[in-house]
């Protein structure tokens, strides 16, 4: 896929670029702006949530063509998995559509269904966000980075292209970007009020994208068809 040849643009330009500007958009001020980002009538028909909706599609698609191509049944079994992973993100990002069916239901907000998905229930977002950042310091930092130092075929084959710590930074980046521009006096877009971390997650699903699609596109199948790994 030519797109990913461009390491400078795949894996900081673009992110970087479409994440600082979907912040700036919010915090604007400017009502047109505003709405297109995340819209007063429920901040999920926005353009935010949508382009996430649309990168985890993405990775599902990659997920799914990887099993065709890989030899050994257990390999193929962990794309199947994955793919059935990426297909449940889907539907919690989507809370399983209620708000879709509420909207067009005329539902009123008093009759919401009070439980949408799981990750939002009590404190499930705190502990599922802590785990994250361990794995993404270890998948999308340290191992790209030691990849020379690893000869163990197994884990060699999970490390990422080191131009994914620079898409790393843009996360941590926007992340604090979207947290400096209110204190700075900024506008609060209302919709959005208290979810600055949907900036981070529109990053984090497009770093999951590129990782999903290097090993399991780029690179070769880990496994023979007798199940020994391939040199």
């Known amino acids: 896929m030519i797109f990913f040849n461009s390491n400078r643009f795949a894996y900081w330009v673009l992110p970087l670029v479409v994440g600082a500007v ?7 001020g400017i009502y047109v702006l505003t709405q297109i980002v995340s819209p007063d009538v ?4 926005g ?12 990775t599902l698609v990659y997920s799914i063509k990887a099993v065709p191509t890989k030899e050994f ?7 199947i998995f994955m793919s059935l992973f990426l297909v449940l993100l889907f539907l919690e990002e989507l809370d399983y559509g209620l708000h879709y069916i509420e909207y067009f239901s005329n539902e009123p907000p008093t009759e919401s269904a009070e439980i949408r998905n799981f990750h939002n229930q009590g404190d499930n977002n705190y502990y599922l966000r802590q785990a994250s950042y361990v794995v993404m310091v270890l998948f999308f930092v340290v191992l790209p980075l030691v990849q020379d130092k690893i ?7 999970f490390c990422a292209n080191r131009y994914l710590v620079y898409t790393f930074a843009v996360y941590l980046f926007t992340g604090q970007l979207s947290r ?5 006096g900024m506008p609060n877009n209302q919709s959005l009020w208290g979810n600055h971390q949907e900036f981070e997650e529109l990053i984090l699903y497009y770093i999951i994208l590129l990782y999903v699609y290097e090993i399991a596109i780029q690179k070769k199948p880990l496994f023979t068809s007798n199940g020994r790994f391939k040199k």
């Open 47 to 58: 353009l935010l949530e949508h382009l996430q909706l649309v990168l985890i599609a993405i």
């Open 73 to 79: 049944w257990l390999e193929k079994l962990g794309y």
């Open 22 to 28: 979907l912040v700036f958009m919010n915090y604007s």
């Open 151 to 157: 000869k163990n075929t197994f884990i060699k084959h």
């Open 180 to 184: 400096w521009l209110p204190k700075l």
């Open 42 to 45: 429920n901040r999920e028909f």
